[in-house]
């Protein structure tokens, strides 16, 4: 399986924490495209991936309340997870004047 991007990662987090799918969704998707990736070269995805595994842990083991979870990884990705599923794309179009180019 390919390596996901921080989008990805950023994109499923955002469902998570916006309640479009469960943890245990987000873990399902999260488990299986970042296998491996800890034997990856240092990159922000595997920091971002490392991160993201370490509060799931503590999570898991009891140290934090879903809220907590939540809290946390929000501020993984500041300004940004909220946003992802509403981002829009747009490409500004101009216009040149016509050129008129005659032939003899």
Avoid at 47 to 76: C, M, P
Avoid at 81 to 90: H, L, W
Wanted: net charge negative.
């Amino acid at each position: 399986m390919n390596q996901p991007t921080v989008l990805e990662l950023q994109t499923q987090l955002s469902r998570y924490l916006n309640n479009a799918i469960t943890l245990e969704g987000f873990r399902d998707w999260f488990d299986d495209v970042t296998w491996g990736l800890a034997a990856e070269p240092d990159s922000l995805i595997r920091q971002k991936a490392g991160e993201i595994e370490l509060r799931i842990a503590e999570f898991t083991n009891g140290h934090l309340t879903e809220q907590e979870l939540k809290d946390l990884l929000r501020a993984l990705f500041p300004d940004s997870v909220d946003r992802v599923e509403s981002m829009d794309f747009q490409i500004p179009v101009t216009y040149d004047e016509p050129i008129a180019v005659t032939f003899s």
